[in-house]
């Protein structure tokens, strides 16, 4: 009795909540919907929902459908995603448990390099990889996220690598396991849950990395989501409807991979038995 | 830079006390040590590095971006100092963005993740939705929409209209302008929020069973296990909070672009406008290097704090 | 065993990183060659004679309609001259001004690039683009035009089209209310007076004009009243008159009390061309400023309501009428006569003219004009039309002089303080003047 009343409850409470926090997407779609005409109206939903929004914005560009443009991104992410889990863990692991000379000092860099607004390095990067020739690559895009996948995703794992009691790494030394078996067998699969989050935090904020993807991509071949996106605005003319509509899509994957990756972050260590 | 020494200090005395290891084991934990670090050390050598060592040289020139760089020493600074009025005034409304926004949000984030910890059916679907307008966060349509929350017609404005009381521009008020943006921030709790729900789910569910078994209520057991073991995670998210909300730029950037009459020029915008907009980079690459200094000594402090709040299981069970 | 299994595991990852930084060097490479921007030419077809073949890159911005023109125009090029390729990079008005500085700290500028009057002076004052003024124009642009564009007295843009700063006004709303629709040619008096009019016709929340807070109105009083602009002689010389400053900006203050211009909460949250926020779309205004690049914008908002005028005159004259939109060629570029031969090709060929049509505006050549008039739309004839009743009594156009683009923004946020009552117009001259003193002086030293 007790318990379906709780669970009820709780229930209910979320679900208000969550509308609350999803009034703006309704809001979002409605827009996306309209007529340019109609978007001043206080209207949620329009008199005449505009579909071709969709079609025609997925469509906006004589070369390329928005399929090409998601194709790209997604190749990108794919290398951002694989090269920060790869090495984000190798890094934490050894700031978080080894003992090294200068490893205080190193570990103050890093954390340095965070913050120093980008906005003041981003001119001599890209001077940097001009000369590299890699302009209208992905690679500096890309090729950051494989030197540890930056600092904000090292910190997170030292930390959640020290909340791992040391006696298993003591446990497995006595079984003679190395420092890497202990990383390999110990820390990797206890982090798991936070090495999701940060595929997760990866995938959604390269998305969002506008700045960085106007500077270094320049054809229209390469375009990601984002630049596709920013087509639609120009000084005089602005395409609100696809605009609206396409940025909705666009956050389609970040929202899926959200819904379905999470049950691995949540599962957290609970299931997986940490002590005995 | 001697914060983080102190971090890494405790494990460091404790291995020493706990055994009086060889030398030569020493000196493979020093291998393997810079072994782990290397792709961070490498790219931080070949592709960081040197753009940060421009960004300092930088500081102490005048460069336009179009035109190559004048070395005019500490000029910058010195004008930043003395004369720059708006560098006062974009200080102060960042300081007030960091102290209210960065508590309210780690509390906010830690309430939401406490509630959807639990495990019930159709939690992924709670999760996702609630973690929605944080994925839209630097979306062209946030902009929008914030209008139409708090524009003088706005939604904000009619719901108080059914109490009777008459709402002001909310964003176009140099009073409450900023105070949007708070709100904005605090409602794009998202990722703080997942962090602490990784965090909470590493808590092993024995310890609260044997809790239970102890007869210890509810708030007892947040009180001696959820925020001791949630406390690394807790210190990140602060220390994060503080350096991300100190270089906050997007919200005001797309909403407000710094007004009314500079109410919401928050530092990074400032500091982008004279890099890009003013065509002073050097000017630019100073403010920032003071940002840095600014940030670093609060998080210096964060860390030394840290030592009488936060508690790590890997150094047997009490910071000190 | 086991030990050397999982270090060698974490060699391989190591192993790829590197891998990855070695790759990319080596892709990385053909960007520079031309080989790319073959694949990307929309419809070129022939594999040219090489006879030192070029490849001219190439930047604009633009909505899409533009890009695909331009794409069809350069495609045109090429088959006229096989030697020359082309490598094209276009994006949208804010993503363009955000990176060219960029490109410009790396020296990579394309060889050939779009311009705009308002960014133009500080590009060419510190020497990133290539003097132009050889280039023949004669029977393609006006002498008068070109001598009008002249910086220094050299020309670094090519103009591509007919601009002029004109006031939109809601046609169907001011003929509901029985309000005069406002005439060509009006004096500053008759415009305030008109305002004044209007507004006692008008219901409470609308307005027959915006407030003014920004250099460029204030430019226009000033200089239709005979005086010199705000900044002359390459940003030298600094005249900001404070008698017709506090003239200009006491009535506005009457105005704000009188409610004839919105309060300063309202109008900061204008946005122009935007469908909620937009001053006059959003039905808050009768009028706007709007300029023939601009005003097909605002007709979409509002199809069928909008009339123009030109902007109000003094005994000088009033607006301007003349180009703001150019080809300009990178002073780093090293095809520089390929690319001058291009721009004015750009300008002069009827096929090209043709596939461009009027994605750029009304084209600068007459000759090309004429053939595409009849294809006009109702948007392009209200640019039209703001061009044609301006041009009469047009002054030049005066941008931000090179180093003001702070002050300018500066300036912006004076008057805003004082449209909020934080600060009295004669504080906001004291500061505004200042700074642009001390601005020449520096440009002069």
């Given at each position: ?5 709780y669970?009820?409850?709780n229930?209910?409470?979320?679900s ?15 827009a ?20 071709e ?7 906006f ?5 928005f399929?090409?443009?998601f194709?790209?991104?997604?190749l ?10 790869l ?10 448990r ?5 490893r ?5 860099i ?7 607004p980008?906005q003041?390095t ?8 001009n ?5 209208d690559?992905?690679?500096p895009?890309?090729l ?17 690598i ?7 790494d ?27 989050t ?28 984002g630049?596709?996106?920013r ?7 602005i ?7 396409m ?16 049950k ?13 | 830079m ?6 890494t ?9 706990t055994?009086?290891r060889?030398?030569?084991?020493k ?13 961070w ?10 753009p940060?060592a ?23 600074y ?9 560098f ?8 007030i ?13 830690l ?17 996702t939705?609630?973690y ?9 349509a ?15 404005n ?7 009381i ?7 008020n ?13 409602w ?5 929020m997942?962090?602490?729900?990784a ?5 092993p ?21 959820t925020?001791?073991m ?10 994060l909070?503080v350096?991300?909300?100190?270089q ?11 007004g ?30 003071i ?26 069970g009490?910071?000190? | ?5 999982s270090?060698?595991?974490?060699l ?13 060097s080596?892709?990385g ?7 790319n ?5 929309a ?11 070029t ?18 125009a350069?495609?045109?090029?090429t ?7 082309f ?18 700290a ?6 050939v ?10 590009y060419?004052?510190r ?26 007295g050299?020309l ?8 002029a ?11 509901k209310?029985g309000?005069?629709?406002p ?18 016709k ?5 307005y ?5 807070i ?5 430019n226009?009083?000033?200089t ?7 900044m ?21 203050e009457e ?14 949250a204008?946005?122009e ?15 706007r ?23 109000p005159?003094?005994p ?16 780093n ?12 090709w ?9 596939a461009?049509g ?22 392009d ?5 703001i061009y ?6 047009a ?13 300018v ?19 906001a001259?004291e500061?505004?003047?200042k ?10 030293s």
């Open positions: 009795m007790m318990t379906i009343r669970k009820i409850s229930h209910l409470f979320l208000v909540f969550s509308l609350l926090m999803l009034y703006p997407v309704i809001w979002w779609i409605g996306s919907l309209k007529k340019t005409e109609e978007l001043r109206l206080p209207t949620i939903w329009p008199s005449i929902p505009m579909w929004n969709y079609s025609n914005g997925w469509n560009s004589a070369d390329y459908s399929a090409h443009f194709g790209n991104t997604l990108m992410e794919l290398g951002n995603v694989t090269g920060g889990v090495t984000a863990a190798i890094v934490a692991y050894g700031f978080g080894l003992q090294f000379k200068l205080g000092f190193w570990f103050s890093l954390l340095l390099t965070m913050m120093l980008g003041v981003v001119v001599p990067q890209y001077i940097l990889f000369k590299l020739g890699w302009v690559s992905y690679i895009l890309v950051p996220h494989f030197f540890g996948g930056g600092a904000f995703f090292i910190f997170l794992l030292v930390q959640f020290r909340g791992i009691p040391r006696d298993l003591e446990a497995a030394k006595i079984d003679g396991s190395s420092v890497y078996g202990i990383f390999f067998r110990i820390i990797l699969p206890l982090i798991k849950p936070a090495l999701v940060v595929a997760i935090f990866t995938f959604i904020w390269s998305w969002d990395d506008f700045f960085a993807q106007v500077l270094y991509i320049s054809s229209i071949d390469k375009f990601t989501v630049l596709a996106l087509m639609f605005i120009d000084q005089f003319d395409q609100w409807g696809q605009l609206l509509a940025s909705f899509v666009s956050i389609m994957p970040s929202v899926i991979i959200f819904l379905f990756a999470q691995y972050f949540v599962e957290g260590i609970a299931t997986t038995g940490l002590k005995g | 001697g914060t983080a020494e102190t971090l200090q405790a494990p460091h005395t404790k291995a020493a006390r055994s009086l060889k030398r030569k084991n000196e493979e934990t020093n291998l393997a040590g810079y072994i782990f670090i290397a792709p050390l490498i790219g931080f050598l070949l592709l960081t590095l040197w940060i421009q960004s300092f040289y930088l500081s102490f020139t005048e460069y336009s971006l179009l035109e190559a760089p004048v070395w005019t020493g500490t000029d910058n010195a004008n930043i100092f003395r004369n720059d009025d708006t006062t005034k974009s200080l102060s409304v960042t300081f963005f960091v102290l209210i926004s960065v508590p309210l949000k780690l509390f906010f984030s309430l939401v993740a406490m509630a959807l910890s639990k495990n019930i059916r159709g939690m992924n679907v709670y999760r939705a609630i929605f307008p944080s994925l839209i966060g630097g979306s062209i946030v902009a929008a929409l914030w209008r139409n929350m708090f524009g003088l017609e706005g939604y904000v009619q719901v108080l209209s059914w109490f009777g008459q709402g002001v521009g909310w964003i176009t140099p009073d409450t302008a900023l105070g949007t943006l708070i709100l904005l921030n605090t794009q709790f998202g990722s703080t997942v962090i602490f729900l965090g909470l789910k590493q808590i569910q024995e310890l609260y069973e044997s809790a239970s078994v102890d007869g210890a209520g509810r708030f007892r057991k947040f009180v001696s296990i925020l001791p949630l406390s690394p995670v807790m210190f990140f998210n602060l220390v909070g350096i991300g909300s100190f906050t730029f997007t919200s005001a950037f797309i909403i407000t672009k710094g009314p009459i500079n109410s919401t020029y928050v530092y990074a915008l400032f500091l982008y406008e004279k890099a890009f907009k003013h065509y002073q980079m050097g000017y630019a690459s100073a403010l920032a290097w940002l840095l200094v600014i940030v670093a000594v609060l998080t210096a402090l964060n860390f030394l704090a840290s030592r009488y709040w936060v508690f790590y299981e890997s150094d047997g009490r910071a000190k | 065993m086991r030990k050397r299994g270090a060698s595991l974490l391989l990852s190591l192993a790829l990183t590197l891998g990855m930084t070695a790759c990319s080596g892709g490479n053909s960007n520079t060659s031309g080989n921007a073959a694949g990307n030419e419809g070129a077809n022939n594999e040219p004679a090489k006879t030192e073949a490849t001219l890159s190439i930047m604009w911005w633009g909505p899409d309609a533009r890009h695909e023109a331009t794409k069809n350069l495609s045109i090029y088959k006229q001259n096989a030697n020359v390729t490598k094209p990079e276009f994006m949208a008005w804010d993503a363009y001004w955000q990176k060219l500085p960029t490109l410009a790396s020296k990579s500028i394309t060889d690039l779009q311009m705009d009057a308002a960014f133009i002076t500080e060419v004052s020497g990133q683009l290539e003097d132009l003024s050889d280039i023949d124009l004669s029977g393609i642009v006006d002498p008068k035009v070109i001598e009008n564009l002249k910086i220094d050299k670094y843009g090519i103009p591509l089209s007919q601009n700063q004109g006031i939109a006004y809601n046609k169907e709303e001011l003929e209310y309000i005069a629709l005439k060509q040619n009006w004096t500053y008096d008759e415009f305030f007076q008109w305002a004044r009019d209007a507004h006692a008008l219901p409470e929340g609308k027959p004009i915006g407030d003014s920004g250099w460029d109105s204030f226009f009083y000033q239709s009243m005979g005086k010199d602009p705000v002359a002689e390459e940003g030298k010389k600094f005249t900001l008159d404070k008698d017709l400053f506090m003239t200009y900006y006491k009535t506005y105005f704000r009390k009188a409610k004839i211009v919105p309060p300063a909460e309202q109008a900061a204008f946005l061309n935007d469908p909620q926020a937009d001053p006059m779309a959003s039905g808050v205004l009768l009028t400023g709007a300029t023939t690049g601009s005003v097909s914008a605002l007709e979409q908002l509002m199809p069928g309501k909008v009339g123009v005028v030109n902007m005159i003094g000088s004259g009033g607006g301007w009428a003349q180009s703001t939109i150019f080809l300009s060629v990178s002073a570029s090293k095809h520089k006569d390929e690319a001058k031969k291009f721009v004015q750009f300008i002069s060929d009827k096929e090209a003219g043709k461009l009027l994605t750029r505006g009304i084209p600068i050549n007459p000759e090309i004009y004429k053939e595409l008039e009849p294809t006009l739309e109702p948007k004839k209200l640019g039209k039309e044609d009743l301006s041009v009469e009594k002054l030049p156009f005066y941008s931000a002089a090179a180093g003001f683009t702070e002050w923004d500066t300036y912006k946020k004076e008057m805003e303080a004082v449209t909020y009552g934080q600060q009295s117009i004669e504080d001259y500061k505004i003047n700074m642009g003193m001390d601005l020449a002086a520096k440009a002069g």
